[in-house]
T-cell receptor, first 114, second 114 residues
Framework: KQEVTQIPAALSVPEGENLVLNCSFT??????LQWFRQDPGKGLTSLLL?????REQTSGRLNASLDKSSGRSTLYIAASQPGDSATYLC?????????????FGKGTKLSVKP | NAGVTQTPKFQVLKTGQSMTLQCAQD?????MYWYRQDPGMGLRLIYY???????DKGEVPNGYNVSRLNKREFSLRLESAAPSQTSVYFC?????????????FGPGTRLTVT
């Protein structure tokens, strides 16, 4: 059974720092991996989607990498800002099982201090 | 273009009461999903609809029923609410159910069962 783990559970950094969020998964038979952002009391916003054949994706100050063989992904945030404060969720889409089912990690709660 | 909308935003039920959560998307997506989010558990799939006219169980379907009313709308029904169903419910949609594309989430319904 696929399991997705995110470390750390919470992270507090000063504004301007570059930071890395980690995601690991146990079954490498995935279609893709998605990173989401969730603000308190809100829904999820998709940040980046990496197909299984890709190694990384970039959007603005965000860069996500995928190493399927080792079951790891990282989300790199450059020059962090207070507006980046949110919970970041990693999710994988598996081959087999429920079609299109995303398996989520429990998230990393990021706080960027001014 | 509203994306994925959900009603109601908040609801309080007594044990044994029934209710229907509504979800609609205007992106012409074929596939729709219902997730629940609980503290410490992450998001888990309740039911999904790969295409209009089809529905399938996800990871935690017990106590719920769904209806894919048309391509736009996918409802979730609690026939006899229980305190264990206190949660935040998210609806999502994607172009196809293959797991190869992004899922887009609604803002959520916060349900409390007393």
């Amino acid at each position: 059974k696929q399991e997705v783990t995110q470390i750390p559970a919470a992270l507090s950094v000063p504004e301007g720092e570059n930071l890395v969020l980690n995601c690991s998964f146990t079954d490498s038979a995935i279609y893709n991996l998605q990173w989401f952002r969730q603000d308190p009391g809100k829904g999820l916003t998709s940040l980046l989607l990496i197909q299984s054949s890709q190694r990384e994706q970039t959007s603005g100050r965000l860069n996500a990498s995928l190493d399927k063989s080792s079951g790891r992904s990282t989300l790199y945030i450059a020059a962090s800002q207070p507006g980046d404060s949110a919970t970041y969720l990693c999710a994988v889409a598996n081959y087999g099982g429920s079609q299109g089912n995303l398996i989520f990690g429990k998230g990393t709660k990021l706080s960027v201090k001014p | 273009n509203a994306g994925v909308t959900q009603t109601p935003k908040f609801q309080v039920l007594k044990t044994g009461q029934s209710m229907t959560l509504q979800c609609a998307q205007d992106m012409n997506h074929n596939s729709m999903y219902w997730y629940r989010q609980d503290p410490g558990m992450g998001l888990r799939l309740i039911y999904y609809s790969a295409s209009e006219g089809t529905t399938d169980k996800g990871e935690v379907p017990n106590g719920y029923n769904v209806s894919r009313l048309n391509k736009r709308e996918f409802s979730l029904r609690l026939e006899s609410a229980a305190p264990s169903q206190t949660s935040v419910y998210f609806c999502a949609s994607s172009e196809v159910a293959s797991g190869r594309d992004s899922q887009y989430f609604g803002p959520g319904t916060r349900l409390t069962v007393t």
